[in-house]
């Protein structure tokens, strides 16, 4: 089993859906969570961490569940700016960080 | 904030030669620097990890006489390929891990560096 795992997707939606993905993590001691995005050829930017409680960031919302060991994030009235693949990266102890392989998002006009 | 700047941008060199790629961590101390190599369509893949002044934690497979690593402050770090090859060529991007005012723990890539080797 891969130490991160997404859907590779493409989920292609329309303008103004709401997507939502899902990524596993193995190690049940991981400790920080963060989703990034990443446009094509270009580096990953930090989105949004993810915490205990849950967060939320304008359209973007964030849950970790640490009992069935997986990380979400909901994106609410897509724009077509949203395109682009989201990473999920978990972050465990001496500081080993694991990338997923990311989910590709395809925001339709 | 949070800001980190990798050079040179992009690179084109002849087989056998070395190339070096410097991260820098703008308006933070980055205790930790990360480097990754991503090929074309393909996840980021974790080559080292490094913290200032010491030797940087390499990942299984990557070769650490090929790939030098030094993070001699806590704003810089480098990656020099040695004797690079063909498969070598690709995008290697660094990123940054410190204590700002409103961040603790995320990492902060660089704009990354295109390495082509003829």
């Known amino acids: 089993r891969k130490e991160v795992e997404q859907d590779p997707g493409p989920f292609n939606v329309p303008e103004g859906a709401t997507v939502a993905f899902n990524c596993t993590y193995s190690n049940s001691a991981s400790q920080s969570f963060f989703w990034y995005r990443q446009d094509c050829r270009k580096e990953p930017k930090l989105l949004m961490s993810?915490?205990?409680s849950g967060n939320e960031d304008g359209r973007f919302t964030a849950q970790l569940n640490r009992a069935s060991q997986y990380i979400s994030l909901l994106i609410r009235d897509s724009k077509l700016s949203d395109s682009a693949t989201y990473l999920c990266?978990?972050?465990?102890?001496?500081?080993?960080?694991?990338f997923g392989t990311g989910t590709k998002l395809q925001v339709i006009p | 904030g949070a800001v980190v700047s990798q050079h040179p941008s992009w690179v084109i060199c002849k087989s056998g030669t070395s190339v070096k790629i410097e991260c820098r961590s703008l308006d933070f101390q980055a205790t930790t620097m990360f480097w990754y190599r991503q090929f074309p369509k393909q996840s980021l893949m974790l080559m080292a990890t490094s913290n200032e002044g010491s030797k940087a934690t390499y990942e299984q497979g990557v070769e650490k006489d090929k790939f030098l690593i030094n993070h001699a402050s806590l704003t810089l770090s480098t990656l020099t390929v040695t004797s690079a090859h063909p498969e070598d060529s690709s995008f290697y991007i660094c990123?940054?891990?410190?204590?700002?005012?409103?961040?603790?723990?995320?990492?902060?890539f660089g704009p990354g560096t295109r390495l082509t080797v003829l």
């Open positions: 990266v978990v972050r465990g102890g001496y500081q080993k960080v694991t």
């Open positions: 990123s940054a891990s410190g204590e700002t005012q409103y961040h603790y723990n995320e990492q902060f």
């Open positions: 993810v915490y205990s």
